[in-house]
């Protein structure tokens, strides 16, 4: 998990691609980045709902909507995220 202009932001590493979407789930808040990560689906670790990193899609409930993803790029040692 990063603070980028004060969003929390879960970066995931899937076969050395980075990607980035909201740290908080939305159906309460619990941190994404704290729960399993198993492929590219990061589960919930409150009540297991489950997204898919690369495109912040609600795979399964008991969440109510996707969370924001973000496009990333990798600079030198330096991985960048687009906010806008």
Not at 32 to 44: M, R
């Amino acid at each position: 998990m990063v603070i980028a202009d004060d969003q929390l932001i879960a970066l995931f590493n899937v076969d050395g691609t980075i990607y980035a979407i909201d740290d908080l789930c939305p159906h309460q808040g619990a941190p994404l980045s704290e729960g399993l990560f198993i492929g590219c689906v990061a589960v919930c670790p409150w009540h297991g709902a489950e997204f898919d990193v690369t495109n912040g899609k609600l795979l399964s409930g008991p969440g109510v909507r996707d969370v924001r993803s973000y496009q990333v790029s990798i600079k030198g040692d330096d991985v960048e995220i687009e906010l806008s």
